[in-house]
């Protein structure tokens, strides 16, 4: 491919726009910006990121090109690229991309190969797909590689299975467990935005509705909260049982998809895995249903099965984002965005939250870097200082100040003894 790939550089000037507004609305990046532009922490470190295009993401690339990384970037969640922040990042800032939104599976492929001809010594990544192409395909390339920074949940878990395989060839900073990720970025972030999303998409008044949510993650959880809080009725599946009791506990329903489904006027899966809502639960389905999906990838619905059952008439676009799936009996379900992450492909994601999340990603960037010497070869947490150092900031952003330990009661939780 050439040294980029994006739908039209004409739409560099919206694209500048959209970015400059979100910087404006991220007070975290911005101090993180500030502070990589003066120290310069990932001078000479060439750097592939495959992360969402937004805007938000925008400002991460600037900040970490301000840092002295040779930054590229590709496309990550399907649906999820906007196309004039792609144009704007290579014409304003130089910075090579490959997303295009919409792109089929042999471009989308594309997209990791550049990423992996860029010869990464550092990998940012939402889902592991550059790095498990380099642990793969690219195998040759993995010794110049000195660490990862993983984003979401979902690739963690594959990343945890490559280092109890043996076969993780360099550090990853989990991202995806920070408290930050987990409370604001997923909680309130992607709480809010599929609830949002779904709402805006479909039509549907969420007050009075019942919601069926899978997965009580910390995604999930949101989701859950904020639906409930409009007047909804949340019924929750799970496979882990202490997040089934903490679902009980907090006041929702707790039951198995085969017999939630037949109540659900909504149906969100948020849980990391595949085919939770499967072929054998198309006959349970009510008339009018809805479908979405928060989960990072796109196969937590079974979406061939829709198409198998929409038979020679497929599935029929009816609102933007929205198609109609012909069940049989006279039944219809509706499902949003294809399936892929609603959050993102309605562009909802709070830009509050992604800052705090997206600073977390470049702090986690600079620890990679500067202690990439030391590190094993395995999936390890985010220091707890850049987590509270993140929230410190946002704080103060917020106009919000906290009380400090007085010097005794530091020394009476540091001691052992009861005469501290």
Known sequence: MSRYHVKDVALAAEGSARIEWAQRRMPVLRAVRERFAAERPLAGVRLAAC?????????????????????????????STRDEVAAALVVECGIPVFAIDGE????????????????????????????????????EQLGGVIAGCEQSATGVLRLRALERDGKLAFPIVAVGETATKRLFADRHG?????????????????????WVVAGYGPCGRGIAGRARALGARVIIIEVDPLRAVEAALEGHR?????????????????????????????????????????????VEIEVPALRVRAGDGGLQRVRPGVDE????????????????????????????????ALACHALAAEYAVRNAAVLERSVFAVPAEIDREIARVELGALGIEIDEQTAAQRRYVASWGLEA
């Open 51 to 79: 992360l969402p295009v937004t805007a938000e993401t925008g400002v991460l690339a600037q900040t970490l090109q301000a840092g002295g990384a040779d930054v590229l970037l590709c496309g990550a969640v399907p649906g």
């Open 104 to 139: 089929d599976e042999d471009t989308r492929h594309a997209h990791l190969e550049a990423a992996c001809d860029h010869r990464p010594h550092l990998v940012l990544d939402d889902g592991a797909e550059v790095i498990a192409q380099l642990h793969s395909a690219r195998r």
């Open 190 to 210: 992607v709480g809010q935005a599929t609830v949002d999303a779904i709402a805006r998409a479909s039509g549907t008044l969420v007050a009075g509705a019942t």
């Open 254 to 298: 707790v039951l198995p998809l085969s017999e939630a489904v037949i109540e659900a006027d909504v149906i969100v899966t948020a849980t990391g895995s595949r085919h939770v809502l499967a072929a054998h639960h198309l006959d349970l389905l009510r008339d009018g249903v809805v479908l979405a999906n928060a989960g990072h990838s796109n």
């Open 325 to 356: 799936i012909a069940l049989g009996d006279g039944r219809s379900a509706f499902l949003l965005a294809d399936g892929r992450p609603v959050n993102f492909a309605a562009d909802s994601q709070p830009t509050l939250v992604l800052d705090m």
